[in-house]
């Protein structure tokens, strides 16, 4: 069964940190490049980080650049999205996702992406 299963979300104060976590089961995520989205309240869901399969290559949105980091470690097959200086608006639902092409963060168009994961909830709040 073809699965993507976040973790690492929960509460935290303005200004600290998270790790989420994107780890696939029944394939293998060499092939694949990995968004991460996220969706607030009320809101579309956004692009906001994308690493090519090899992971040599990563883009950004601006929203989030210098504050988080994606990267991947194929051998566990698993993705990451390391979150600094988090703000309350960045909470949200995050998801990950493969796409079969190369992405940047201006093709980061829903749609583009196979599968997704169940999503996690990040809350910035003190």
């Known amino acids: 069964q073809v699965q993507l299963v976040e973790s690492g979300g929960g509460l935290v104060q303005p200004g600290g940190s998270l790790r989420l976590s994107c780890a696939a089961s029944?394939?293998?995520?060499?092939?694949?490049?990995i968004g991460w989205f996220r969706q607030a309240p009320g809101k579309e869901r956004e692009g906001i980080s994308c690493?090519?399969?090899?992971?040599?290559?990563?883009d950004y949105a601006d929203s989030v650049k210098g504050r988080f980091t994606i990267f991947r470690d194929n051998r566990k097959n698993t993705a990451y999205l390391q979150m600094n200086n988090l703000k309350p608006e960045d909470t949200a639902v995050y998801y990950c996702a493969t796409a079969s092409i190369p992405i940047t963060i201006s093709t980061m168009y829903p749609n583009f992406f196979d599968s997704w994961g169940q999503g996690t909830q990040v809350t910035v709040s003190s």
């Open positions: 029944g394939f293998y995520l060499d092939f694949y490049s």
């Open positions: 690493i090519s399969s090899s992971g040599l290559n990563t």
